[in-house]
């Protein structure tokens, strides 16, 4: 490669001085062009050590999940106690659960620097995504102890845009290597996991976005917004296929109903309201109207056609999925004897099997419910702050329920159904 350096004098050099001058220059020159190649080659050198290295943080961390894994599955007696993960690494235990409680805390995660507004499960029961008011996606393997991958803030496939801050996530159940999420800047996120690349940035709401989900068997995708609305979109395509406009005030959530009732979709709104809509031409199959506050959860099981939604007034409803008739409203102001006058409900979810539901609660717990007596399974508690979201699990090993929570104390906690407690499979 060559490098041309040109020098300009104001003045003419005397003819005596020409010879050696013009030779100091061609040195420099040559000194210069050495050095211009020496410095690229540097650079080439530092981009390949760079590329190196992150193939082998990914081995690395591959590595150290699959020894987790064997070491796991070495031991004839499942383990009941876990610690806290903290910035350092450093873990510390947790109280040993009593006898007969039904979950025990496995650990206390604290891998944010903001509250965590979302947490959702990954296919294996492996990982979780966790989405924070830090502007970030945290991956954090739950075997191996450890944040796998951080997606944003910043991203550069889109000019080093930064991302405001989030509020859910959820993993595409069609495509298994998207991550979608949602921000505070209007925007929706689409992210290849496993790779780190985003995939596309979505415009299309005027205000914040607050929820999100995947259909089970298109490649459809909905968001909910302070908007007052719900798009449809097309998400490997990037297109807005509908926009679902009845909603009198912000909408917090939305969820798609699984194959039996694929082509609709429930929202939860500030004003008050479930609406169930037909996707296909926006129509309103039902309204439901049953909360005094905000609806802020929502979540659909399929085993039962039940839809439950959470509440500011404290209370959940479920909703028969075949006549919308409300089926069962559970207060949690009063849970075994104590009363909570201001507990508010955020996000709710089903387990798997849709035999359990746990509602992610403004006094710092997470109630669990047994919906085949809609009984208080459990009440888990520890977080110093509003806990907002709530996902289910299969411990990859025991097969035991597994629920971890976000909160705005801005911790997760990773609970495990205790092993006197039948399991589900």
């Known amino acids: 490669m060559n490098f041309n350096f040109n020098v300009v004098v104001d003045d003419p050099v005397d003819s005596a001085l020409h010879q050696p001058f013009s030779g ?38 591959e590595l150290k999940a699959e020894v987790a894994r064997l070491t796991a599955r070495q031991k004839t007696v499942p383990p009941t106690t876990g610690g806290t993960m903290t910035g350092t690494g450093r873990t510390v235990d947790p109280p040993a659960a009593e006898e007969n409680e039904p979950f025990e805390l496995e650990r206390t995660i604290k891998i944010h620097d903001a509250p965590v507004h979302s947490v959702t499960m990954g296919p294996n029961s492996d990982m979780v995504a966790t989405a924070s008011w830090d502007a970030s996606i945290k991956l954090y393997n739950l075997v191996a102890e450890e944040v796998v991958r951080t997606l944003g803030p910043y991203s550069e496939d889109i000019g080093n845009h930064k991302m405001g801050g989030l509020y859910a996530a959820a993993f595409a159940k069609k495509d298994p290597d998207i991550l979608g ?92 309201m479930t609406r169930i809509f037909d996707m296909r031409d926006k129509t309103v199959v039902a309204t439901l109207g049953q909360h005094q506050d905000d609806v802020i959860g929502i979540d659909y099981a399929t085993s039962k056609m039940c839809l439950a939604t959470g509440s500011d007034d404290g209370l959940i409803c479920l909703w028969d999925a075949r006549t919308w008739k409300l089926q069962r409203q559970i207060s949690t102001k009063h849970t075994q004897g104590t009363e909570d006058a201001k507990n508010e409900v955020k996000r709710v979810a089903f387990s798997p099997d849709g035999n359990c539901l746990a509602a992610a609660c403004s006094s710092g717990r997470v109630l669990v419910y047994d919906m ?54």
């Open 24 to 61: 100091l220059l061609v040195a420099t020159q040559a000194a210069l062009s050495r050095i211009a190649t020496e410095q690229n080659k540097f650079k080439t050198r530092h981009d390949d050590v760079c590329r190196d290295n992150e193939v082998l943080r990914q081995e690395n961390a």
């Open 181 to 272: 999420c949602t921000s505070c800047d209007k925007c929706v996120y689409l992210w290849n996991y496993n790779s780190g690349e985003l995939l596309k940035k979505l415009t299309g709401h005027q205000d914040e976005v607050n929820g999100i989900d995947f259909h089970s068997s298109q490649q459809v995708m909905c968001t909910a917004s302070d908007d007052c609305k719900v798009i449809i979109w097309d998400y490997q395509e990037g297109l807005t296929l509908r926009t679902l406009n009845e909603h009198k005030k912000a909408v917090y959530g939305a969820t798609f109903l699984g194959q039996e009732c694929q082509y609709y979709v429930a929202t939860c709104c500030f004003d008050n």
């Open 372 to 425: 085949n007596n809609y009984d208080l399974k459990a009440d888990l508690g520890g977080h110093q702050d509003c806990v907002f979201d709530v996902t289910w699990g299969a411990c990859p090993t025991t097969k035991a329920r597994i629920l971890v929570s976000a909160s705005h104390d801005h911790t997760c906690k990773y609970w495990r159904e205790c092993s006197h407690t039948p399991v589900w499979h």
